[in-house]
């Protein structure tokens, strides 16, 4: 499986970015898809998750009712939309596919940068 990430940049804070993971393979809607973000001397932190169907959506507490994740199986795709975005929002942000209840492959990441 191979998860390409795109939609990061850089946006002044307040502003919104739609960040998108496609993965390869015809398994995709299968299995539950998570992102992820790095901040700069910091661990990888969990940042929202949507199970296969979508009905299961979970968010950390720093992003819940500003970030919304979504999938659409038919295109292989999982997003992260981000609205009301603050500088603490930067990071690389990576995109996972979960098997056997851990996230086994995960994207090469895509910069956030969000200016004050």
């Known amino acids: 499986v191979q998860l390409q990430a795109s939609g990061g940049g850089l946006v002044q804070a307040g502003g919104s970015l739609r960040l998108s993971c496609t993965a390869s393979?015809?398994?995709?809607?299968?299995?539950?898809m998570g992102w992820f973000r790095q901040a700069p001397g910091k661990e990888r932190v969990f940042v929202a998750a949507i199970n296969w169907s979508g009905s299961s959506i979970d968010y950390a507490d720093s992003v819940k009712g500003r970030f919304t994740i979504s999938r659409d199986n038919a295109k292989n795709t999982v997003y992260l939309q981000m609205n009301s975005l603050k500088p603490e929002d930067t990071a690389v942000y990576y995109c996972?596919?979960?098997?056997?209840?851990?996230?086994?492959?995960w994207g090469q990441g895509t910069q956030v940068t969000v200016s004050s």
């Open positions: 996972a596919q979960k098997r056997l209840g851990s996230y086994a492959y």
């Open positions: 393979g015809r398994t995709f809607s299968s299995y539950t």
